[in-house]
């Protein structure tokens, strides 16, 4: 609870800027990587939360943006996974200029609402589009490493088979008797050999590989602003209650 409120007294913790130092970078995809970063005095978190960097140019011009946590909070350091957009100000330094020992300003953690704890139990529905897959891989590692056998579905959208990310990961933590399904989609030229779904994640897929709403699942839906809206839609449409459908927008495009 550290995370959310300071110890006894109810409140949130104050927002404060640290530097964070970059330790590791692992390449994902073409376009994605992940950094992780060693931030003195973070005040921990809990899966699903994300922060706020804050790159500053030696004139003094700075840029701010979001990034999900992709950690469990049972690492010491924190993960982010950064897709880089061509045109952007502020992924192009994280998803490919960043060098370790490079350092930047991240506050947070921040966000009450898109977490989980695996005390809360099951079962999680996922639903992810692109980079909307980082918060809920801190779900899933955090359930890994809490122990948990609470049955998961991560529903999963890319563009390309090169374009998923943690693919490798997710095969991983989804071994038969783990309790977790992962199910990919691809939206763009699938391999020839490609058996899993070929198209946006619509109604007919979530009523296949999801839960149904008589199980309750706690529901997340995390990517691009169009696929979030949609599939949130659909999950009430299908009768889960929009109480248990949570949702986190990363901007209004991409996959
Ligand atoms: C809560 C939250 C968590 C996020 N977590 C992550 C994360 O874990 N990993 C990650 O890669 N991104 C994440 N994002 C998105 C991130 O904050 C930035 O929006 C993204 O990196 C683009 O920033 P930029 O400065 O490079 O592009 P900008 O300079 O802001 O925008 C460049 C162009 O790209 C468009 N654009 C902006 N954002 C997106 C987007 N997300 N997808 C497609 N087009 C976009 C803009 O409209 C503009 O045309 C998150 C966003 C939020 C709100």
Do not use: N
């Not at 073409?30 to 973070?42: D, I, Q």
């Not at 992924?91 to 989980?116: C, K, M, N, Q, T």
């Not at 997710?170 to 199910?183: D, F, K, Q, W």
Request: aromatic share 6%; hydrophobic share 40%; proline share 9%.
């Amino acid at each position: 609870m550290r995370a959310i409120e300071e110890a006894g007294t109810g409140t949130p913790p104050r927002l404060i800027w640290r530097t964070a130092e970059v330790i590791a970078i692992t390449e994902e995809t073409p376009r994605v990587r992940t950094l992780a970063l060693g931030v003195p005095g973070w005040p921990g978190h809990l899966a699903g939360q994300h922060l706020d960097v804050r790159l500053t140019a030696p004139d003094g011009y700075s840029a701010q943006r979001s990034y999900s946590i992709g950690s469990p909070p049972e690492t010491p350091h924190i993960e982010l996974t950064v897709q880089r957009l061509e045109e952007g100000e502020v992924s192009p330094y994280l998803a490919h200029d960043v060098r370790p020992g490079d350092r930047f300003e991240v506050r947070g953690p921040i966000g009450g609402h898109f977490v989980w704890a695996a005390t809360q139990g099951g079962p999680l529905l996922l639903i992810a589009g692109g980079s909307g897959v980082v918060p809920l891989m801190a779900m899933l590692r955090h359930r890994a490493a809490a122990g948990s056998t609470a049955p998961a579905v991560l529903l999963y959208s890319s563009r390309t088979f090169a374009d998923i990310i943690f693919r490798a990961e997710l095969e991983r933590l989804a071994t038969p008797g783990s309790g977790l399904a992962v199910v990919h989609t691809l939206t763009d030229s699938p391999p020839a050999d490609w058996t899993g779904f070929r198209r946006r994640i619509d109604r007919a897929m979530i009523e296949t590989v999801g839960f149904p709403p008589d199980a309750k699942p706690r529901c997340f839906i995390c990517g691009p602003t169009g696929l979030v809206e949609s599939a949130a839609r659909t999950l009430v449409e299908i009768g889960h209650a929009a109480a248990l459908v949570k949702t986190e927008r990363f901007g209004p495009t991409g996959g």
